[in-house]
């Protein structure tokens, strides 16, 4: 049983680059098509797509000279303890190239986005 399906998300991509996979298949739900998005957007991951049974997703992963694009993913909040950040206090990452993930009111954004339109939330994770 699956207790946290954004957690599974992350953590499969992760094992899919730590396996060197062309693509993976993740469930589907409409807060993983929106971290998906993101992560698409800043370069992680490539393509996404919804499969016929619309219960997965296939997406396809990247690599920069066969070095993966996702190295390791720190998670935050869990199911037990989630955590919350207003604007002013949201942390920076590992690198200037991580990806702190939060889940705002506005819908899920990176710390970046979230900084810049003063928004706070949960922090999901951070992918670097």
Same mark, same amino acid.
């Given at each position: 049983m699956i207790n946290s399906l954004i957690i599974d998300f992350l953590i499969r991509i992760k094992n899919g680059y730590m396996a060197t996979r062309?693509?993976? *298949?993740v469930v589907n739900s409409k807060y993983c098509v929106a971290v998906a998005a993101l992560m698409k957007r800043?370069?992680?991951i490539g *393509?996404?797509?919804i499969n *016929?049974?619309?219960k997965t997703m296939t997406i396809s992963l990247?690599?920069?000279n066969d070095q993966p694009r996702v190295t390791n993913v720190k998670i935050f909040s869990k199911p037990g303890r989630h955590i919350y950040e207003k604007a002013s206090s949201i942390p920076?990452?590992?690198?200037?190239n991580s990806l702190i993930?939060?889940?705002t009111s506005s819908g899920v954004m990176s710390q970046k986005e979230a900084?810049?339109?003063?928004i706070g939330g949960e922090l999901i994770a951070e992918i670097y």
């Open positions: 062309k693509t993976i *298949e800043y370069g992680y *393509e996404c797509s *016929e049974d619309k990247l690599y920069d920076w990452g590992q690198s200037k993930i939060i889940s900084v810049k339109n003063k």
